[in-house]
């Protein structure tokens, strides 16, 4: 395993040859969370050997490439699984404890993984704890032949076994920056791009495969849909800086299928930038679909809002070789976290007449956590009983939610007088708990709630596609009743 697994050997310092862990005290460094100190057999509890197994088997599967060429993406795939199970070991009390007994094991599978010596260990450990463990020891073994050697791992572990569990997220945010000289950004990107391109058929073959017979308007039309897995994958890269958040959502359009000259660059000033591509239709009429690629600083930030970031591209490449009226922008917007910068900019930036032609923006924030949503009190109504219909028809899970204290991206548009509607996916009983915070990791994701909420938007842009939200006649009465709405914050 390469760089980015190299974070979490911080959580699992060297194993010493006389034991096969080190007794702990939860907290502090050296010590991991849920791994027991006595050596031998006791050493290893069914529970926690079913954790490792568990994590090892999502590792494997992602070492095991569909290409020849996809041997180091797909290390680099299980790195970045690995590190975001790791980080979500808890600071402190309130996870469950068999979350902590997961998060410790991906640190331990990691440290195996990085290191033959700890990995030779561990192997002994297993297979002297029964069946079972004599299992686990054989996968843990393949695994690591699949990984390969890596002195990189190693030496970073050294430098990273400095650092105290609690300083992981700040120093995972200077590797992904290049300063630790260990990896930069650009290769991070690129090895992003290839990890998303491995396992996929070229673009010719995975149209022939997605084509359907779907009549509307007595239209055909064809889709590329991203699997379950597919939809995964781009939510467990989830970078923890911004810079490298902008790079990979950047490959990620590629990935979907975007030429790299229809990718257009927007800049919103300090070194950010708004991300978005173009899909023709056979009007000028607009359909925005948006959502900020942007976090914080605490946390992962792969709820707030890497699931809308990377929704926005799944979207496009489930509809950019359809056939449809309205022509798509689908759009990652930068600095929402600062006030919603990158959407103003954008909105700012169209001249009047262009903006005139936007019939509908659909906002996807916060993601696949406990359910579906929209912003009742934050959307407009039409938008809004058009999701609900959709929802309706189609059989997707969706509720309405009045919610306070927040607010997005189409929150710019509707100021500008455009029809706007958000999607969600925390309800009131969990969302402040997860965003802003350092609960906000890939262990609160849903991959079911995620996809369900894909396939109602997916659905829903259909949708608009077939019919208006708004006719031109009205429009400068809806737009200024959309800016009075938002300014005083009814719907």
């Known amino acids: 395993m390469k760089t980015t697994l190299a974070v979490l050997l911080a959580l699992a310092q060297a194993l010493p040859a006389s034991a096969a862990f080190t007794a702990h005290t939860p907290g502090t460094p050296g010590g991991v969370p849920g791994v027991p100190g006595a050596a031998g057999a006791a050493a290893l509890p069914a529970s926690f050997i079913g954790a490792l197994n568990s994590q090892l088997g999502h590792a494997a599967g992602l070492l095991t490439p569909t290409l ?3 041997s180091l993406p797909a290390v680099h795939g299980a790195a970045a699984y690995l590190t975001r199970s790791a980080l979500a070991l808890p600071v402190s009390q309130v996870a469950t404890a068999s979350q902590a007994e997961s998060a410790a ?26 069946q079972d463990g004599i299992e686990t020891a054989e996968r843990l073994e393949a695994a690591a032949e699949a990984a390969g ?32 000289g260990v990896e930069g950004p650009e290769a991070f990107a690129a090895r992003a791009e290839r990890l998303f391109a ?25 889709e590329s849909v991203p699997t379950d897995d597919d939809l995964n994958k781009t939510v467990v890269l989830s970078p923890l800086t911004n810079p490298e958040r902008e790079r990979v959502i950047s490959e990620l359009f590629k990935a979907a299928g975007a030429k790299p000259e229809e990718i257009k660059i927007q800049d919103t000033g300090r070194g950010t930038h708004n991300i978005m591509v173009v899909k023709k239709g056979r009007t000028d009429r607009v359909i925005v679909v948006g959502g900020h690629h942007d976090k914080v600083r605490e946390g992962a930030g792969t709820i707030d809002n890497w699931t809308g970031a990377t929704m926005v591209v799944n979207l496009y490449q489930a509809m950019r070789e359809l056939d449809t009226d309205a022509t798509y922008v689908f759009i990652a917007f930068s600095r929402e976290e600062e006030g919603l910068v ?21 906002n996807l924030d916060t ?29 997707r899970d969706l509720k309405e939610i009045v919610l306070h204290g927040g607010d997005s991206d189409h929150t710019s548009f509707r100021r500008a007088g455009v029809l706007g509607v958000m999607m969600f996916g925390a309800s009131l009983d969990v969302i402040w708990d997860i965003i802003h915070s ?25 949708d608009l596609d077939a019919k208006p939200a708004k006719q031109r006649p009205t429009f400068f009465l809806t737009r200024w009743a959309g800016w009075l709405a938002s300014a005083i914050g009814l719907s």
């Open 68 to 70: 020849p060429t996809a």
């Open 105 to 130: 094991a991906a640190a331990v599978l990691a440290r195996a993984l990085g290191d033959a010596p700890a990995r030779m260990r561990l192997s002994a450990a297993l297979r002297e704890s029964g």
């Open 149 to 180: 050697p890596s002195a990189a791992l190693f030496a970073l572990s050294k430098d990273l076994a400095r650092s105290i569990p609690q300083a992981l997220p700040a120093r995972l945010s200077a590797l992904f920056d290049g300063t630790s």
């Open 198 to 222: 491995a396992g996929r058929l070229a673009p010719g073959e995975r149209l022939a495969v997605a084509a359907s017979a779907a009549e509307r308007s007595g239209r055909a039309s064809i």
């Open 342 to 362: 990158g959407s103003d900019k954008y909105v700012a930036g169209l001249p009047r007449e262009q903006l005139a032609k936007i019939d509908a923006m659909l």
């Open 367 to 395: 993601l696949g956590v406990d359910g579906t949503f929209s912003w009742k009190n934050g959307s407009d109504k039409v938008l809004l009983a058009r999701l609900m219909e959709v929802s309706r028809r189609t059989g």
């Open 438 to 462: 350092a609960n906000d990791t890939i262990a609160a994701f849903s991959l079911p709630h995620y996809a369900n909420s894909y396939r109602l938007a997916l659905e829903y842009l259909k």
